[in-house]
């Protein structure tokens, strides 16, 4: 399988043959892959895979020789080489009337939606929060200080790499405000230096004033020490210095799913 074919079967949720992924990478890659890469084993080689920094996998996507869409891809003998020439984004806002999430259709400086944006976006990374999105309503109307309700808010699924790509980067920066609620270790911190990159002061992270009272919620240990200190020293470039504090103190890091149970309890 080619690299692109290993990156489209990633992109999708489909678990790989890890090892033989690692000799498709660029060199450059292939010896930082522990912290580039966190990886499931569900099965006698096979690996589901996350890539842990948007740019990295720019980078790949770029080593892969991309062709410029899927049409030329699939001339090619791959249509998967290539990402789409449009995506999409779920939402939920004011005006749905039961539990499906809308869809916003995006193009190159083309938008589709049926509803009228508000101001702010939240940009939940992952799944089972988004759809437990009234409770992460309440999270960001605490961290934020203001009252983020559907009223003033639009609840975007940001899905990993997807929300890192230029399409959905240039629909949310229609936005006049991005909390972005990712998860609380390298690779949300690298997902929203992407994010902050396109969007500049638009862009916020979600967090507390102050990590004091929430340090028992960091309950993930790092895949590696390397993963460790690349999290801490993103935290730091970003500004996040309480963050960053609470890293070293807890020596692990933090799921926005725990946020669930902290609701619940």
């Given amino acids: 399988m080619t ?23 660029p060199k450059e890659v292939a010896r930082r892959h ?6 499931q ?13 948007p740019d990295v996998w720019t980078h790949l996507l770029e080593a892969a020789e991309v062709p410029f869409d899927r049409t030329s891809a699939a001339w090619l003998g791959d249509s998967h080489r290539s ?8 939402v939920y806002h004011s005006m749905l009337t039961d539990e499906r999430p809308d869809v916003v259709y995006i193009a190159p400086e083309r938008y589709l939606h049926g509803f009228n944006p508000k101001p702010t976006a939240l940009l939940i990374e992952n799944e089972e ?48 405000r991005v909390l972005c609620a990712f998860d609380y270790d390298r690779g949300g911190l690298s997902m929203f230096r992407s994010v902050s990159r396109r969007l500049g002061e638009k862009a916020e992270f979600l967090q507390p ?40 103190k807890t020596g692990r890091f933090m799921e926005q799913e725990v946020f669930l149970e902290s609701q619940d309890e």
């Avoid at 990402?83 to 779920?90: E, G, I, K, N, W």
């Avoid at 003033?152 to 229609?174: F, Q």
């Fill in 209 to 248: 004033a102050s990590w004091d009272e929430f340090q028992a919620l960091f309950k993930r240990m790092p895949a590696d020490t390397d993963a460790f200190r690349n999290a801490i020293a993103l935290a730091e470039e970003l500004g996040f210095s309480d963050l960053a504090q609470t890293f070293r």
């Fill in 41 to 53: 084993a569900v099965g006698k080689d096979r690996w589901y895979v996350r890539c842990n920094d």
């Fill in 34 to 39: 522990r912290q580039c890469f966190d990886t």
């Fill in 129 to 176: 929060n988004f759809f437990r999105f009234e409770e992460m309503l309440r999270v960001a109307s605490s961290f934020s200080g203001g009252n983020v309700t559907l009223d003033n808010t639009d609840v975007l699924l940001g899905g990993g790499n997807r929300v890192t790509r230029a399409l959905c980067l240039d629909w949310l920066a229609t936005y006049q």
């Fill in 83 to 90: 990402q789409t020439a449009v995506t999409y984004l779920l």
């Fill in 3 to 25: 690299l692109a074919g290993y990156l489209s079967r990633i992109e999708q949720g489909l678990p790989i043959n890890f090892e033989a992924f690692l000799k498709r990478l």
